[in-house]
């Protein structure tokens, strides 16, 4: 009987082999509705406040290690027109260029763009979010 609960129990205990378990996805929302109100992980922000709010976010989670997102997404909730969403995308892009150039000035010391091939092809591949077009 002993033995038997001891199969139970260890057959029950999942695998703790972090090779196995793949790697969550981690998405920074955005949401507009239809009166223009823009919304990002549970914090309302202006228009003219975007950029920086992403730029802040990308930075923060790039510090902290092993929690980059992997991509940003925008959602319209309700009707919303092209002159309410054009412009929060053409933010969204600033604040992937603003974190894009903290992040490499901060580890490279340098712009992106003033980095050798290598280290560009490196950070698109780590780092693809930074570079995402499709939201």
């Given at each position: 009987?002993?033995i038997?609960?001891?199969?139970?129990?260890?057959?029950?205990?999942?695998?703790?082999?972090?090779?196995v378990?793949?790697?969550?996805?981690r998405?920074?929302?955005?949401?507009?509705?239809?009166?223009?109100?823009?919304?990002?992980?549970?914090?309302?922000?202006t228009?003219?406040?975007?950029?920086?709010?992403?730029?802040?976010?990308?930075?923060?989670?790039?510090?902290?290690?092993?929690?980059?997102?992997?991509?940003?997404?925008?959602?319209?909730?309700?009707?919303?027109?092209?002159?309410?969403?054009d412009?929060?995308l053409?933010?969204?892009?600033?604040g992937?260029?603003?974190?894009?150039?903290?992040?490499?000035?901060?580890k490279y010391?340098?712009?992106?763009?003033?980095?050798d091939?290598?280290?560009?092809?490196?950070i698109?591949?780590?780092?693809?979010?930074?570079?995402?077009t499709?939201?």
């Amino acid at each position: 009987m002993k033995i038997l609960l001891t199969a139970l129990l260890l057959l029950s205990i999942p695998k703790l082999n972090a090779s196995v378990v793949p790697a969550s996805e981690r998405i920074l929302e955005v949401v507009v509705d239809s009166e223009g109100l823009i919304t990002a992980a549970g914090d309302t922000i202006t228009l003219d406040k975007l950029a920086h709010y992403i730029q802040q976010r990308l930075f923060k989670a790039w510090l902290s290690n092993g929690k980059m997102y992997t991509q940003i997404r925008f959602t319209k909730k309700g009707e919303v027109s092209e002159t309410v969403s054009d412009p929060v995308l053409k933010e969204i892009k600033s604040g992937q260029e603003q974190g894009l150039t903290a992040i490499c000035l901060e580890k490279y010391r340098t712009r992106f763009e003033n980095l050798d091939p290598g280290k560009q092809a490196s950070i698109k591949k780590k780092l693809p979010v930074l570079f995402q077009t499709e939201y």
